[in-house]
């Protein structure tokens, strides 16, 4: 059983275009993530949320607008998309407990533009 | 920015024991130390984490000095699979944090690489 499941895998697509990468989880937590890791292999925060609370907003360009449906449930919509998107996104889940928040990540997504 | 710092790169050979330090000399009274590894391609991956007690889990030991500025993370038996970049994050834990509040900040790591 997959915990943290993203969709799709893989994405190439052109500049300009816009796309939306999907994450589900099937942990029941309460907080759901997404990351960025780029062609330098850093991986940074873009985005949490709580209960379908957004909690953090790291700075991202207003062109990455995430959206939960509900708690299993993080997306993300990319509009206008720009050569520097490129790079591998991950969708992680987590439930805080007794000072203890395990993040659990999904696969990945790799997204490329041309 | 990264509150600890790693060696970028070391070698282990399979079956012998790995000891990946981190120093985190400006940790606070209340932040956790945390290990996570990736796998080439793949997701990171919780692997234990401790405040200032030594723990062990199925994966690693954790071992923290006394004045908690750093760590070390043991994994006893090496195998090829455990070829990763290390990651060691520190964090607030505690009634105070709202999940979701307080990030992962990932720095550059360790580069893991174990030998047949």
């Known amino acids: 059983d997959t915990a943290v499941s993203q969709t799709p895998k893989y994405l190439v697509t052109q500049m300009g275009n816009d796309k939306s990468i999907k994450c589900e989880q099937n942990l029941g937590h309460d907080t759901m993530y997404w990351y960025k890791q780029d062609s330098k292999k850093f991986l940074k925060i873009m985005f949490s949320?709580?209960?379908?609370?957004?909690?953090i907003n790291e700075t991202v360009p207003n062109r990455f607008s995430p959206k939960s449906p509900d708690k299993a449930h993080l997306n993300l919509h990319i509009n206008s998309l720009e050569l520097g998107d490129s790079a591998v996104y991950f969708c992680?889940?987590?439930?805080?407990?007794?000072?203890?928040?395990?993040?659990?990540f999904g696969p990945g997504t790799r997204l490329l533009v041309l | 920015d990264a509150k600890t710092t790693q060696p970028t790169s070391m070698d282990c050979a399979e079956g012998r024991a790995a000891n990946l330090p981190c120093n985190h000399s400006?940790?606070?009274?209340?932040?956790?130390v945390y290990w996570y590894r990736q796998i080439h391609s793949q997701g990171p991956q919780y692997i234990i984490h401790g405040l200032k007690n030594n723990e062990t889990n199925e994966m690693a030991s954790l071992i923290i000095t006394e004045d908690r500025k750093s760590s070390t993370l043991i994994l006893p038996h090496a195998t090829l699979r455990d070829t990763a970049v290390y990651y060691c994050i520190v964090r607030v834990g505690g009634s105070l944090t709202q999940g979701g509040s307080e990030k992962l900040v990932f720095g550059k790591g360790t580069k893991l690489t174990v030998n047949p």
């Open positions: 949320y709580n209960n379908k609370e957004l909690i």
């Open positions: 400006t940790i606070s009274g209340n932040e956790y």
């Open positions: 992680a889940s987590s439930q805080y407990t007794s000072g203890r928040e395990t993040q659990y």
